[in-house]
């Protein structure tokens, strides 16, 4: 009898956390389309407002989002000393990144830089294994089938690389890193604290720079809207979900769920901006969502054993 129940257990405990997975794999896509979206609002605000301040102000917008529920549940439960380390060490990370970002979309369209911002796909395994973790042949079939849909989308058509084009590339090793060392703290972090002092940092770290851009101020308010939706869903939100679904997924598994970002931002760039998708492109897209595919085979596979 005590065998049966112990089985019991251990299968309805297996089953908790494979609807735990499922889960995060859904929050982690729901991320990855408002940072589709935010490609797009990102776009618009760096042909008007200065990079470093434009950033500055969204992750400081994101941060406030977090602020009530700090309150709310106790602040000192949610920032303890190892939330604030991991979160000024993330937001040190997440502040080169997105800044990276936000020059380059100066030179570039939004469906072209998430494209090439998706490479960090490949490159979050890659890195891992400096960190001796193991890569099962499904998941890095998986990369494998987003990096050749990116290959289709081709990003460098046209014979060269444009500045925005090099900052991206910065920018997706950037964030295969950031991922790992999000991947790597969030399972023992409470995710609202830890997510607070992340944007918190960041924000004020781009605002340093930001000192000496001497915005315009009316310039900022002709970009209002870009701005709240960057701060408030794509930061303040997204990056939350990120951060709480983290903790029920692998990062190999989140970075391909995350590449997704890249399909988003050339959907929401074409019926919004009009960039436009051609054929080739469209079956990058296909190739993309078949990795996603071949990720969660994986996962289903490893839970059965």
């Known amino acids: 009898m005590k065998g049966e129940n112990d ?10 956390l494979n609807l735990k997975s499922l889960l995060g794999d859904f929050l982690l896509l729901l991320s990855a389309m408002i940072w589709g979206m935010a490609y797009v609002a990102r776009r618009i605000g760096s042909l008007e407002a200065p990079p ?5 102000l969204r992750f400081l917008i994101g941060s406030s989002v977090l602020i009530p529920l700090l309150l709310a549940k106790g602040m000192k439960s949610h920032l303890r000393s190892k939330e604030i380390l991991a979160g000024i060490i993330t937001g040190f990370c997440l502040s080169l990144g997105t800044n990276l970002q936000q020059i380059g979309l100066k030179w570039t369209d939004a469906g072209r830089a998430g494209f090439i911002t998706g490479l960090y796909v490949v490159l979050v395994p890659f890195f891992g294994l400096f960190l001796k973790r193991k890569v099962s042949l499904l998941n890095a079939f998986g990369a494998l089938l987003a990096l050749l849909g990116l290959f289709f989308l081709n990003p460098l058509k046209g014979g060269s690389l444009n500045p925005g084009d090099f ?3 910065l920018c997706a090793m950037i964030y295969a890193i950031y991922i790992l060392v999000v991947g790597k703290f969030s399972p023992e972090l409470n995710p609202l604290g830890f997510s607070f002092v992340t944007f918190l940092t960041c924000g004020i770290l781009s ?16 970009v209002f809207i870009p701005l709240l939706y960057s701060g408030l869903f794509a930061v303040g939100i997204a990056y939350s979900l990120q951060v709480f679904a983290q903790k029920f997924t692998l990062p190999n598994h989140a970075a391909i769920i995350m590449s997704l970002e890249a399909v988003f931002a050339a959907i929401f760039g074409g019926l919004i901006l009009k960039e436009s998708l051609s054929f080739q492109e469209i079956i990058g897209c296909f190739l993309m969502f078949l990795g996603f595919i071949v990720v969660q085979g994986d996962k289903l596979l490893r839970s059965q054993n």
Do not use: D, H, Y
């Open 7 to 16: 089985l019991i257990k251990a299968k309805t405990e297996k089953s908790e």
């Open 52 to 56: 470093f301040t434009f950033n500055g």
């Open 167 to 169: 900052f991206m590339l």
């Open 207 to 222: 605002l340093i720079p930001g000192v000496f851009e001497s915005p315009q101020w009316g310039t900022l308010r002709g």
